[in-house]
T-cell receptor
Framework: DGGITQSPKYLFRKEGQNVTLSCEQNLNHDAMYWYRQDPGQGLRLIYYSQIVNDFQKGDIAEGYSVSREKKESFPLTVTSAQKNPTAFYLC?????????????FGPGTRLTVL | QKEVEQNSGPLSVPEGAIASLNCTYSDRVSQSFFWYRQYSGKSPELIMSIYSNGDKEDGRFTAQLNKASQYVSLLIRDSQPSDSATYLCAPYYNQGGKLIFGQGTELSVKP
């Protein structure tokens, strides 16, 4: 069963903590993306990676970090520098290295700061 | 000016009616346009893409593109309660090579 998995589904963070959101795909897709969605808003791009061991900042990268050590994995770390991290986080992938390809989304992780 | 603007919702239509969702964008060189559907609490899924001026039909869905007016729309014919969701417009911006998502229009189809 091919697809994108994200874990955990819900995550609670205390002030000053770093947390890592997992994203795994078995679609053999080249590119992967992280988006943030706030209530009533569209998706905003945090980071993306078109190839292993390389990634680019999106529009709201401050306070986040990523790695792409394996083609199938693209974890996102929300650091304590991100002052308002409560949001719905979505991971996506595309077959090729272009964001204009169909984006396939994971089920999302809902992060709440306590 | 926002990069992508969608008509504010929620939009409520009776079952069987045509729902019209509109989107304007600011990038004059965008060539690819996408409509994603997002059910409450779920992740988006692609329902339509359009690249050329004019209409593109897929079942009950029709996407319309007017590049001169920087306008793209989505029509849903014979609306069903299962169409109730938020619809996100996403032009592809060549500069930066990324999708820019609108804030979405919430559609409610009443039985």
């Amino acid at each position: 069963d091919g697809g994108i998995t994200q874990s955990p589904k819900y995550l609670f963070r205390k002030e000053g903590q770093n947390v890592t959101l997992s994203c795994e795909q078995n679609l053999n897709h080249d590119a992967m993306y992280w988006y943030r969605q706030d209530p009533g808003q569209g998706l905003r791009l945090i980071y993306y990676s078109q190839i292993v061991n390389d990634f680019q900042k999106g529009d709201i990268a401050e306070g986040y970090s990523v790695s792409r050590e394996k083609k199938e994995s693209f974890p996102l770390t929300v650091t304590s520098a991100q002052k308002n991290p409560t949001a719905f986080y979505l991971c996506a992938s595309t077959p090729g290295d272009s964001a204009a390809d169909t984006q396939y989304f994971g089920p999302g992780t809902r992060l709440t700061v306590l | 000016q926002k990069e992508v603007e969608q008509n504010s919702g929620p939009l409520s239509v009776p079952e069987g009616a045509i729902a019209s969702l509109n989107c304007t964008y600011s990038d004059r060189v965008s060539q690819s346009f996408f409509w994603y559907r997002q059910y409450s609490g779920k992740s988006p899924e692609l329902i339509m893409s359009i690249y050329s001026n004019g209409d593109k039909e897929d079942g009950r869905f029709t996407a319309q593109l007017n590049k001169a007016s920087q306008y793209v729309s989505l029509l849903i014919r014979d609306s069903q309660p299962s169409d109730s969701a938020t619809y996100l417009c996403a032009p592809y911006y060549n500069q930066g090579g990324k999708l820019i998502f609108g804030q979405g229009t919430e559609l409610s189809v009443k039985p």
